[in-house]
T-cell receptor, first 113, second 114 residues
Framework: SQTIHQWPATLVQPVGSPLSLECTVE??????LYWYRQAAGRGLQLLFY??????ISSEVPQNLSASRPQDRQFILSSKKLLLSDSGFYLC????????????FGQGTRLTVV | QKEVEQDPGPLSVPEGAIVSLNCTYS??????FMWYRQYSRKGPELLMY????GNKEDGRFTAQVDKSSKYISLFIRDSQPSDSATYLC??????????????FGTGTQLKVEL
């Protein structure tokens, strides 16, 4: 069966510090991978998605970037965090064909102080 | 206008009640409809998904889609305290670069009381 791992679960970082959140999927190949951010009262906002190694698409301009160095690994990064980057970050995957349900990791609660 | 509208609640019901959760949408490109359950500080968990208009039942849960009215619902029968969570509707459309994009409602917070 497929599983998705996301870490760390919580993170407190000072303003201006770098960020690296990692997500890996097991039990499948060539998944579509996604990074979402969830803010209170605003639902889930799609940040980045990837349909293959090295292929990254950004949905919204921001202080963040994403990379996919391996088929089942997706990384969310920032060089310098802002206070506004605080939130709940979720990684998700779907099989490599469209219009199907997504499966989420357990999320990372990021607080920038 | 948001692509997906969902009443945020909170919704409080007694144990055993029938719960009705609803979303409306405006984008006709949405073809796949899902309901997720999210407990506090956890990732969303897929509950139901459906492709076509009509009803789909799974245990105490029934998902209903009306594409002509752009309206989807989730019904929970015999609600339990363990059903207390935030329920998110989600709708899927194809991304131009491949893959599919889920657009979520803001979630409805449900509390089932003893």
């Amino acid at each position: 069966s497929q599983t998705i791992h996301q870490w760390p679960a919580t993170l407190v970082q000072p303003v201006g510090s770098p960020l690296s959140l990692e997500c890996t999927v097991e039990g499948t190949s060539n998944p579509n991978l996604y990074w979402y951010r969830q803010a209170a009262g605003r639902g889930l906002q799609l940040l980045f998605y990837s349909v293959g190694i090295g292929q990254i698409s950004s949905e919204v301009p921001q202080n963040l970037s994403a990379s996919r160095p391996q088929d089942r690994q997706f990384i969310l990064s920032s060089k310098k965090l802002l206070l506004s980057d605080s939130g709940f970050y979720l990684c998700a995957w779907t099989p490599g064909h469209w219009n199907t349900e997504a499966f989420f990791g357990q999320g990372t609660r990021l607080t920038v102080v | 206008q948001k692509e997906v509208e969902q009443d945020p609640g909170p919704l409080s019901v007694p144990e055993g009640a029938i719960v009705s959760l609803n979303c409306t949408y405006s984008n006709s490109a949405f073809q796949y409809f899902m309901w997720y359950r999210q407990y506090s500080r956890k990732g969303p968990e897929l509950l139901m998904y459906t492709y076509s208009s009509g009803n789909k039942e799974d245990g105490r849960f029934t998902a209903q889609v009306d594409k002509s009215s752009k309206y989807i619902s989730l019904f929970i029968r015999d609600s339990q305290p363990s059903d207390s969570a935030t329920y998110l509707c989600a709708m899927s459309a194809k991304l131009t670069g491949g893959g599919n994009k889920l657009t979520f409602g803001t979630g409805t917070q449900l509390k089932v009381e003893l």
